[in-house]
């Protein structure tokens, strides 16, 4: 189900969104073909009914023993303990049917946090790299925790404070009219309405305090940051004062913000305080006017002082619920949000998985464009054969890396056709189409986990025996063996604890793993210094050899070999042909071999970096 639009009520109101918000959860909570989670919800909305039935009936058993005690000592004694058994026995009815209510609706809530976590993590996964590009990913990820707590919080206190009061109120109210009469049923009703009715209102006036308190917390707590981060500045400049001032101007305006805050907590609280005291005042005069009529007995005076006492007691934290649980419907309804992403690219509902092939790559007039006002490729038209290398280069900005975005179906072609064995890629799905794929990119991230883990990664589930015959052939294997803990070894967050070279070969061992037919090497190499590139390129001979490949490069030395080289120019083929042919021409390519030559006789007089000649030993 689509979430709705983002919506912002104004205050005092409720914003539109929180009901389309409790209507997407709905399903989560009464799932279809799940009849032992509706079974669950059944016997836990019974179990909450029976805890508000023993609630509303202690002060029935509380009032008749008052009524007992209050004739004269001449009660029976068995009577007396009959009551209070009763009594005790409905105390402990009232905390058993409340836990078995959560005992069973336990299972309920978690499946539906982790139903929805789910589907927004999967659904996030399927949505565009435009998608990605365009958001924090640390922003998605709060935005599923927040979700998902606001979901816990929302059936936590909704269900179980607010919902379970609402129904005390009304049985409450028929009690008292079905004893009494309407009148002590109307004067509890208004009560309880005008306490909740007050309480929300200033609540809601309450809430601009909080928001700027929260504000001008965050900017100070930024600018202290700020300022620490760079305190060899502040020291150049003598600016200690001056950045003393900055922080004190936020933390007076917090200041301010928090005693209104506070003063608006007490009005609060006296306004709730008076509300009561005026219902019990009447209530009680009433009844007490009773007893003196002879209507109503002295337990009937305790009984309905004790019913809005019971009453009062579970709203007095309203104000905090009220606003915890709208922070937690904009929670959720940011989280539903991101399921109402469209996806830029989908499979058809009937796509096929891309047919067996050699791995035949093909892009015919292929035209893209990230925004219409900028047009990336413009008519790119080439093929690769099967066991054919085929290089890409060219200046940055030429539309390279678009290619191998384009291969990997992270984008849709604007114009034209990209085929594999020739089959359109959009006509099949695209887990197939990246299956029949291997990466060496540019920029190697690793996962946080351990070397075994990122080499498997390219085939989950892969035993120690298929990832370590990947790392020989990737040439990591006797590096790995020389780290205390081997292929335990944890790499740190991206990798970080490895070098750029081994973080490559990493690279290379997980694409190995995955035995794809068409190999894609996007500037793999391009962050490493010359010598330790030569080291990675010969594995990356190794790996590719007999199979289809691209290269996309930027050092122009990587792809002599190469079968075929095309030259790629603001979106253009400019060249093609051998690096013999391209040389011969004089044209581009040569032009940018010169350079290259130039740039790299400055940088081999430097000398081989100790990473590259462990590479090279390795």
């Known amino acids: 189900m689509a979430p709705p639009p983002s919506r912002t009520a104004p205050p005092g109101q409720q914003a539109p969104g929180d009901l389309n918000t409790l209507r997407t959860l709905a399903p989560y909570l009464w799932p279809q073909g799940e009849p032992v989670m509706r079974v669950r919800v059944v016997i836990a909305l019974s179990m909450l009914a029976m805890a508000k039935v023993a609630t509303v009936y202690v002060p029935i058993l509380y009032k008749q023993a008052v009524d007992l005690v209050s004739g004269g000592p001449g009660f029976a004694a068995s009577a007396l303990i009959a009551l209070v058994i009763a009594y005790g026995l409905v105390r402990v009815a009232q905390q058993a049917f409340a836990e078995l209510r959560e005992f069973f609706f336990a299972r309920v809530a978690q499946r539906a946090i982790r139903k929805v976590a789910l589907k927004t993590f999967r659904h996030l996964h399927a949505l565009s790299l435009r998608f990605h590009l365009d958001r924090q990913t640390g922003g998605l990820s709060r935005a599923i925790e927040r979700g998902t707590k606001g979901i816990e919080f929302l059936l936590n206190f909704m269900l179980f404070n607010i919902l379970p009061t609402m129904l005390e109120i009304v049985l409450v109210c028929g009690i008292l009219w079905y004893l009494f009469d309407v009148w002590y049923a109307l004067v509890t009703f208004v009560t309880i309405a005008g306490y909740i009715a007050f309480t929300m209102s200033v609540t809601e006036w309450r809430l601009k305090h909080r928001r700027e308190m929260n504000a001008q917390d965050q900017k100070a707590n930024t600018r202290a940051i700020d300022s620490l981060l ?72 305790v009984l309905v002082n004790t019913y809005l006492m019971q009453l009062y007691l579970p709203l007095n934290f309203l104000g905090f619920v009220y606003r915890e649980i709208k922070q937690s419907l904009a929670d959720m309804e940011a989280m539903f949000r991101l399921l109402g992403e469209s996806r830029e690219i989908a499979d058809a509902p009937d796509a096929p998985a891309l047919p067996a092939g050699p791995g035949r790559v093909e892009f015919d007039d292929v035209r893209f464009a990230y925004r219409e006002d900028r047009q990336i490729l413009k008519g790119v038209s080439f093929a690769v054969e099967p066991g054919e290398t085929v290089a890409i280069v060219g200046p940055s900005g030429a539309g390279k890396s678009t290619i191998s975005r384009l291969l990997f179906r992270f984008y849709d072609a604007t114009g034209g056709a990209v085929r594999i064995d020739g089959t359109d890629i959009r006509e099949v799905t695209q887990a197939s189409v990246r299956a029949a794929l291997g990466i060496v990119p540019q920029d190697t991230v690793l996962f946080n986990d351990t070397i075994f883990y990122n080499i498997a990664y390219g085939k989950p589930g892969a035993g120690p025996a298929e990832v370590e015959a990947a790392a020989r052939h990737a040439r990591i294997h006797d590096f790995v063996m020389g780290l205390p803990d081997g292929y335990q070894t944890m790499v740190g967050e991206r990798g970080l604890k490895l070098s750029g070279g081994e973080k490559q070969r990493v690279a290379i061992a997980r694409t190995i793993l995955k035995d794809p037919r068409i190999f894609l090497f996007d500037e793999a190499t391009s962050a490493l210094d010359s010598h330790t590139e030569k080291a990675i390129q010969r594995s990356l001979r190794e790996v590719s050899r007999d199979r289809t490949t691209l290269v996309i490069a930027h050092r122009l030395s990587t792809v002599v070999d190469a079968d075929q080289i095309l030259v790629l120019e603001a979106g253009r083929i400019v060249e093609r042909g051998s690096y013999a ?38």
Not at 269 to 284: E, F, H, P, R, S
């Open 230 to 301: 760079n305190y060899e500045t502040v020291k150049y400049f003598g600016n200690e004062e001056h950045e003393a001032r900055r922080y004190d101007s936020s933390l007076e305006r917090y200041e301010d913000a928090a005693v209104r805050s506070r003063t608006s907590l007490s009005l609060l609280n006296i306004g709730q305080g008076a509300i009561i005291a005026v219902g019990l005042t009447g209530i009680m005069t009433m009844a007490g006017l009773g007893v003196q009529a002879g209507t109503m007995t002295t337990g009937d005076f």
């Open 581 to 618: 042919e391209l040389m011969a021409r004089d044209g581009v390519f040569a032009a940018m071999w010169r350079r290259q030559q130039e740039i790299g006789a400055e940088n081999d007089e430097r000398g081989p970096t100790a990473e590259a000649l462990a590479l090279s030993a390795g």
